[in-house]
Every structure is written in structure tokens, then in C-alpha cells.
């Protein structure tokens, strides 16, 4: 019988009591903010944070998990009898926490021989952020509870997620992505004088512009249509909001009209979403058709 711990890091962006009745090992970001520095989710809400940013001249800077501190879990899960762990991290191509993950377990392995047949360290690139894994390493930790559990096949689960996953979303402003130069459609996108805001998809590890939007009252229809032409029918949808759910919530009543169904969760983006992408901005994660 396989004994089996799901771990990820605090940009899946799901709450501290989800991953802990979730028994999801997390691996937490350190954020600086205006010289405040704090452990993403275990220091600071999500609301505090979006404050902090809101009175902040500068965007937030973001800290990667260190191969040091990956090889410190890989030593207490070795130690509590797990004979799988696995990881799920932020997309390879926006940190190096995932390359950190690698390098610490090629380590861990070198230095604790006897560990090679006793436990196996599965470690899966989500290619995106936030929801994008949160929801499913969430659905991960219920299947890696059941008495028959197979690392191997959740594993297969979390792979496929992350190959058939996307975000459509709208950030209501583009300074952080701008200034972070972490999503380059953003960064190239040249509209916001005149009101004009795109809608990207985050895909794959990469980011582009799927529509432009004049005017907040065409937010909700632009990403409808973008929403409507990319999503696999039936299957679960997740909400993606910050600071502000409003337009989140008028999104999602149009979804039911459309789709018959509402979304599966919610998710507000944390510190280093935000830092990237804006504290204030609506969107969806799906499963992309024909992928």
C-alpha cells in the first residue's frame, strides 16, 4: 500500500485551511513589499496583501523556493514513511523553483542512498498559476486519501491538467505585468491610454492576447466569447478574481446561463500572482478543446 503526500508552492494560491484539510505539504514564496517581507499564505492574507499593494509605489518582488529548502521537505516526508511525494509547482518557464525542485532531489537522493528504494519524488510542472494547479492538486489529495491509491495515476491526472488547462482573464490594469515583464503579452500590450484592455490566455507555460477590450462594460462579453470558443463543454470551470469579485460574479452568472452550471471554486490570486498580473482583475480556468 502506497503512503502518499501531495505537495505544491503558495502561487497555486489556495487557502491555508484548504491545504491543510487537504493535507497538502506547502512549500511557501517569500514576498517583499515596500521592505516588508513575509511568508506568502502563512504570514499574510490575500486581503492584507492586495492593501499593502494598493499603498505601494512599486510592485511586489518574489522570492523562489530554494533547492535547500526543497531538500529540508524531502528529509521530513523521507522521515514520516511516505513512500510517494508529490510536487505540482509554478510553470518552469516563470520561476526556477521547479529547476530547484529537481536539482533538490537529485541531492536528496545522493545524499540519503537508502532513501532510492523506499520512496519515489514525482515532480510535475503545472505550465500556469494559480487555480490553474490549485483546484487540481486539491482534487489530487482526495484520490491520494483512497485506500487503492496510485501515485503513478495521479500523477497521470496532474499531467493532464496542466497539458489541457488555461486562464482567460482580464487584468484591470497592466502596471504589474508591465513592470514585471513575467507576462509578455501584457508587457507588449500598448493600449491602456486609451482604455483598451486585452484579454490574455495563459497557456502552456506562455501567455498571449486572445481580444482587446474598449470600456468596462464589454469585459464580461469579450471573455465570454473567448470562454465559450476554447472551453471543452462539461467540464468544471473556476472563477479567478482579486481584490474586487464583482465582474467574477456577473462572469459566472453568464457562464450558467451558457453552460447550465456553476463554477466549481473560487479562487482570489495571492502575492505572487498578483505581483504579475494585478490585484485587481476576472477571469476563468478551463479545459481548453482540442488539446
Not at 488547462?165 to 514585471?180: E, Q, R
Not at 470562454?227 to 463543454?233: D, F, G, K, N, V
Request: aromatic share 10%; proline share 3%; net charge neutral.
Amino acid at each position: 500500500m502506497q503512503k502518499i503526500l501531495i505537495m505544491t508552492d503558495s502561487a497555486c494560491d489556495l487557502e491555508l485551511n484548504e491545504l491543510e484539510n487537504a493535507g497538502i505539504k506547502l512549500m511557501s514564496f517569500n514576498i517583499l513589499i515596500d521592505g516588508s517581507s513575509f511568508r506568502e499564505t502563512v504570514e499574510k492574507s490575500k486581503d492584507e496583501v492586495y492593501r499593502l499593494m494598493d499603498n505601494s509605489t512599486d510592485i511586489p518582488k518574489t522570492s523562489q523556493v530554494t533547492a535547500f529548502e526543497f531538500q529540508e521537505a524531502y528529509q521530513q516526508v523521507y522521515e514520516q514513511g511516505y513512500t510517494d511525494l508529490i510536487y505540482m509547482s509554478i510553470s518552469s518557464t516563470a520561476s526556477k523553483t521547479y529547476e530547484n525542485a529537481i536539482m533538490a532531489r537529485d541531492i536528496f537522493f545522493s545524499e540519503t542512498p537508502e532513501a532510492v528504494s523506499r520512496m519515489k519524488i514525482h515532480i510535475v510542472d503545472s505550465k500556469g498559476y494559480t487555480a490553474m494547479y490549485g483546484y487540481p492538486l486539491l482534487e489530487a489529495s482526495k484520490k491520494a486519501r483512497k485506500p487503492d491509491a496510485d501515485a503513478k495515476d495521479i500523477v497521470a491526472y496532474l499531467e493532464d491538467w496542466a497539458s489541457r488547462s488555461a486562464t482567460y482573464f482580464v487584468p484591470m490594469t497592466l502596471k504589474y505585468a508591465k513592470k514585471s515583464g513575467r507576462i509578455s503579452a501584457a508587457a507588449a500590450f500598448a493600449g491602456e491610454l486609451l482604455g483598451i484592455k486585452p484579454v490574455i490566455q495563459m497557456a502552456d507555460g506562455g501567455s498571449k492576447i486572445m481580444s482587446k477590450i474598449r470600456g468596462d462594460r464589454n469585459v464580461i462579453p469579450k471573455l465570454m466569447e473567448c470562454i465559450e470558443s476554447q472551453m471543452t463543454p462539461q467540464t468544471p470551470y473556476i472563477m479567478i478574481t482579486g481584490k474586487n469579485d464583482t465582474f467574477a460574479k456577473q462572469l459566472e452568472k453568464e457562464m450558467i446561463k451558457k453552460f447550465g452550471y456553476k463554477a466549481e471554486y473560487y479562487c482570489k490570486v495571492g502575492a505572487a500572482v498578483s505581483a504579475n498580473a494585478g490585484n485587481d482583475l476576472v477571469g476563468v480556468v478551463c479545459r481548453r478543446k482540442n488539446v
